[in-house]
């Protein structure tokens, strides 16, 4: 069973392990902040969304399906918030 979720991130690290979905997420505040997700655990393999600098507020990722989870590569300041379906929680 999947459920929905979220996870506030400010660095790099596992947004979630496992198989799910990425929903959207939302940008509490950045300074010239850049975000780069992978369908990994690591910042290695492929790549879902290559360096973005998102802007506040909310981005709809599409509801991308992820086999492995998602990382999430930050730099500089950026404080945001991922919206997940997973199923591994």
Not at 18 to 26: H, I, K, S, V
Not at 62 to 81: K, M, P, R
């Amino acid at each position: 069973m999947q459920e929905n979720t979220f996870k506030n991130m400010t660095g790099s690290g596992q947004v979630f392990a496992g198989g799910g979905t990425l929903q959207g997420m939302y940008v509490n505040s950045t300074s010239s902040g850049t975000v780069k997700l992978w369908n990994s655990l690591t910042a290695t393999g492929d790549v879902i969304f290559n360096t973005i600098t998102p802007a506040i507020g909310y981005h709809n990722l599409g509801n991308v399906q992820a086999t492995y989870g998602v990382y999430a590569s930050i730099a500089n300041t950026l404080d945001v918030t991922f919206f997940i379906k997973a199923t591994n929680l």
